[in-house]
């Protein structure tokens, strides 16, 4: 059975917008050191009064009824897992370019950005056969899963003809 025990740890919101096919990429700092995760999802940002404000104001709503994930004990469902096809090098002042492939707001992302070059990760995301509850290693970006997760017979989020086009408009 091929699994996995690796993931990146983000925002339930972020990750439920990349297994619905909302948002295909992520904005950092860095290159990224893994090139296939589980999205993991995080409610450390809950507590942040203006947490709403850092995402575009259309997703509003989607943000509401998707920033708490499943929760058992510390334990939280995992239910998409990622490959990172391309990682693109864009101007921090080119982030605003990229605002139709993710959530958040100009401002939000170049608050954090803290270069003069962000790395762009394009991931194409699948949505595992069975979502699986397990809590994870301490970590900030990555972790480690409690127990290694299959990624066999998986479905892709997005066709590869939509996938495709998102690719070429980012590259």
């Known amino acids: 059975m091929k699994s996995t025990n690796k993931c990146l740890i983000e925002s339930n919101a ?38 709403l404000d850092s995402f575009q104001d259309k997703y509003h709503s989607f943000v509401k009824e998707n920033s708490n994930p499943e929760e058992d004990d ?32 100009t401002p ?5 950005l803290s270069t ?14 069975e979502p699986v509850m397990t809590k994870r290693t301490n970590g900030m970006v990555y972790a480690n899963t409690d127990e290694a997760i299959s990624i066999e017979d998986m479905e892709p989020v997005l066709s590869d003809a939509e996938f495709e086009k998102i690719k070429k408009a980012l590259i």
Request: charged share 20%; glycine share 2%.
């Open 14 to 51: 972020i990750v439920e917008a990349l297994g619905q096919g909302k948002q295909s990429i992520l904005i950092r700092n860095f290159n990224n050191s893994l090139q296939e995760f589980l999205l993991y999802p995080s409610i450390d940002y809950l507590d942040d009064d203006n947490y």
């Open 108 to 112: 939000q992302v170049q608050s954090y």
């Open 74 to 105: 510390n334990a939280y469902e995992v239910r998409y897992f990622a490959t990172v096809e391309e990682e693109i090098e864009k101007p921090a002042s080119a982030i605003a370019d990229l605002a139709d492939y993710h959530m958040l707001t």
């Open 116 to 129: 003069a070059t962000a790395c762009v990760w394009l991931l194409r995301v699948y949505k595992l056969k």
